[in-house]
């Protein structure tokens, strides 16, 4: 009973960690679109296309469940254009739907820590004659990673349990192992066990985040 | 100070000419010249919302001139084009950025940087200097600004005055033509400010260029070359300290200096 569950998680595991090398970095083009001043002005009115279209986006992720965002990315490819879904559609549409989702969370997140940083740390920046990206890079994104990691560790703990969701389109991982080893066995331990493991291992992302916390503690702003 | 070595007839380090900024309808700076001619210290002086500020913010390329213009020796970065300053390429604002230095009211300085880190980032990332030059010279201006053994702490462990001290290093390490203090000790309490005040001496003593916004009357009188006061976007009044602080001629620098007990 535990190997079926360990078998399960280990596929949980890996909708978590693709979804986390999907969405953190895909947050932050996200994030900027978000902040983006560029566009048009309409008399007093400013038309502002990018930021426009990454607050629909935002909005549409955050506003919308996830399981259902799933099962749109799932069935979008054969109701729009007609292709056939294979077997491996289903955990495809998985990890896409989980990545553009976070990717939202995350950009609103990096979108507070950026804003957060005070005005001052761009003029002395730019007083000194970093570039864009440099005072991006170096200057601001180091700062931004210590003001949102609370705010991350939020997320990313939620992720672990978000990874049952899976189960709502077929994807085999614990929760949907744990369902239905508690049918086959008429007895709920494999929901105890199932609990357990989310939480170990919630409780080593605990730890790991407080390792990073730790390692920038070095400073206060 | 400074007087010694000055040279008047020399072309201005910094040179400003009949310069405007406004703020949608409030108009700022109506009309400011100043400029600043090597190794000389001016002392910029006059009630908050004057335009001190807002002048030292358009010399350092953080604000657009509206009218005017701005060079820096032989370097023009904003010439006026009837009634409007137009700017050069991105390439001469970052060579005008390479001659002046900034410090600010509120140090920003960059927490998550050491003391030398903030010392010898740009020189070694805007300037592409080589590490051991651009760390020696940082040793020298640590020692300089009595910040011995700082050097790898971080600004949160330090004073306010020793940040502000840090940032002063900070902007001289790229070794600037001029340096532009924006109210450099008004965050600070007495103690501190003497210590920031000192340095500033110690660069006036050794004829660094200065354009040094301030609310210290003893420190102006005792340093600056020359003292401008500014109210209400113009400049009212100029001229040595002694004069200007001890026996103003305008109205309304009587007025303010009274104000402030001078």
């Given at each position: 009973?535990?190997?079926?569950?360990?078998?399960?998680?280990?596929?949980?595991?890996?909708?978590?960690?693709?979804?986390?090398?999907?969405?953190?970095p895909?947050?932050?083009?996200?994030?900027?679109?978000?902040?983006?001043?560029?566009?048009?002005?309409?008399?007093?009115?400013?038309?502002?296309p990018?930021?426009?279209?990454?607050?629909?986006?935002?909005?549409?992720?955050?506003?919308?469940?996830?399981?259902?965002?799933m099962?749109?990315?799932?069935f979008?490819?054969?109701?729009?254009?007609?292709?056939?879904?294979t077997?491996?559609s289903?955990?495809?549409?998985?990890?896409?739907?989980?990545?553009?989702?976070?990717?939202?969370?995350?950009?609103?997140?990096?979108?507070?820590?950026?804003?957060?940083?005070p005005?001052?740390?761009?003029?002395?920046?730019?007083?000194?004659?970093?570039?864009?990206?440099?005072?991006?890079?170096?200057?601001?994104?180091?700062?931004?990673?210590?003001?949102?990691?609370?705010?991350?560790?939020?997320?990313?703990?939620?992720?672990?349990?978000?990874?049952?969701?899976?189960?709502?389109?077929?994807?085999?991982?614990?929760?949907?192992?744990a369902?239905?080893l508690?049918?086959?066995?008429?007895?709920?331990?494999?929901?105890?066990?199932?609990?357990?493991?989310?939480?170990?291992?919630?409780?080593?992302?605990?730890?790991?985040?407080g390792?990073?916390?730790?390692?920038l503690?070095?400073?206060?702003? | 100070?400074?007087?010694?070595?000055?040279?008047?007839?020399?072309?201005?380090?910094?040179?400003?000419?009949?310069?405007?900024?406004?703020?949608?309808d409030?108009?700022?700076?109506?009309?400011?010249?100043?400029?600043?001619?090597?190794?000389?210290?001016?002392?910029?002086?006059?009630?908050?919302?004057?335009?001190?500020?807002?002048?030292?913010?358009?010399?350092?390329?953080?604000?657009?001139?509206?009218?005017?213009?701005?060079?820096?020796?032989?370097?023009?970065?904003?010439?006026?084009?009837?009634?409007?300053?137009?700017?050069?390429?991105?390439?001469?604002?970052?060579a005008?950025?390479?001659r002046f230095?900034?410090?600010?009211?509120?140090?920003?300085?960059?927490?998550?940087?050491?003391?030398?880190?903030?010392?010898?980032?740009?020189?070694?990332?805007?300037?592409?200097?080589?590490?051991?030059?651009?760390?020696?010279?940082a040793?020298?201006?640590i020692?300089?600004?009595?910040?011995?053994?700082?050097?790898?702490?971080?600004?949160?462990?330090?004073?306010?005055?020793?940040?502000?001290?840090?940032?002063?290093?900070?902007?001289?390490?790229?070794?600037?033509?001029?340096?532009?203090?924006?109210?450099?000790?008004?965050?600070?309490?007495?103690?501190?400010?003497?210590?920031?005040?000192?340095?500033?001496?110690?660069?006036?003593?050794?004829?660094?260029t200065?354009?040094?916004?301030?609310?210290?009357?003893?420190?102006?009188?005792?340093?600056?070359?020359?003292?401008?006061?500014?109210?209400?976007?113009?400049?009212?009044?100029?001229?040595p300290?002694?004069?200007?602080?001890?026996h103003?001629?305008?109205?309304?620098?009587?007025?303010?200096?009274?104000?402030?007990?001078?």
């Amino acid at each position: 009973m535990v190997g079926m569950l360990g078998e399960g998680f280990l596929v949980s595991l890996q909708i978590f960690a693709l979804t986390l090398v999907g969405a953190i970095p895909l947050g932050v083009p996200v994030a900027l679109a978000r902040m983006s001043t560029w566009g048009i002005s309409l008399g007093r009115f400013r038309l502002r296309p990018v930021a426009l279209i990454a607050r629909f986006y935002i909005s549409v992720m955050r506003g919308t469940p996830l399981m259902l965002q799933m099962f749109a990315i799932y069935f979008a490819p054969y109701y729009v254009f007609g292709i056939q879904l294979t077997a491996d559609s289903k955990w495809q549409a998985t990890i896409v739907a989980f990545i553009v989702n976070y990717a939202a969370y995350f950009a609103e997140i990096y979108r507070s820590g950026i804003q957060s940083i005070p005005r001052g740390q761009y003029e002395a920046a730019e007083v000194l004659g970093y570039s864009r990206l440099q005072t991006f890079g170096k200057i601001v994104l180091p700062q931004v990673v210590k003001r949102i990691l609370p705010a991350m560790g939020n997320e990313i703990i939620t992720l672990v349990k978000d990874t049952s969701l899976a189960f709502a389109i077929g994807v085999a991982e614990m929760f949907s192992t744990a369902k239905a080893l508690v049918a086959s066995q008429v007895s709920m331990v494999p929901f105890a066990l199932a609990a357990a493991f989310y939480w170990v291992f919630n409780f080593a992302v605990e730890i790991v985040l407080g390792r990073v916390e730790k390692h920038l503690d070095y400073y206060h702003d | 100070m400074g007087q010694a070595q000055r040279r008047p007839d020399a072309r201005p380090v910094v040179s400003m000419v009949n310069v405007r900024k406004s703020f949608g309808d409030v108009a700022v700076l109506k009309g400011v010249t100043l400029e600043v001619r090597p190794g000389e210290t001016v002392a910029v002086i006059g009630p908050s919302g004057g335009g001190k500020s807002t002048l030292l913010r358009c010399a350092t390329l953080l604000e657009r001139l509206d009218a005017g213009s701005l060079a820096y020796g032989d370097l023009e970065v904003a010439r006026d084009e009837g009634g409007r300053a137009v700017y050069g390429s991105a390439a001469v604002e970052r060579a005008a950025k390479a001659r002046f230095g900034l410090v600010f009211q509120n140090y920003n300085l960059f927490p998550h940087y050491t003391v030398m880190k903030n010392i010898t980032d740009a020189p070694r990332c805007v300037q592409k200097r080589p590490r051991a030059e651009v760390e020696a010279q940082a040793r020298e201006l640590i020692a300089k600004m009595g910040l011995e053994g700082c050097e790898d702490k971080v600004p949160c462990q330090l004073s306010g005055g020793q940040q502000q001290r840090v940032s002063i290093a900070r902007a001289l390490a790229m070794n600037p033509k001029v340096m532009y203090f924006d109210e450099p000790t008004s965050a600070l309490d007495p103690e501190l400010t003497a210590e920031v005040l000192k340095v500033i001496k110690l660069l006036a003593a050794e004829n660094m260029t200065m354009v040094v916004v301030t609310h210290e009357m003893s420190f102006a009188r005792e340093v600056a070359d020359r003292v401008v006061f500014m109210d209400g976007g113009v400049v009212v009044e100029q001229g040595p300290a002694a004069q200007v602080i001890d026996h103003p001629r305008e109205a309304r620098t009587q007025a303010f200096l009274h104000r402030i007990g001078e």
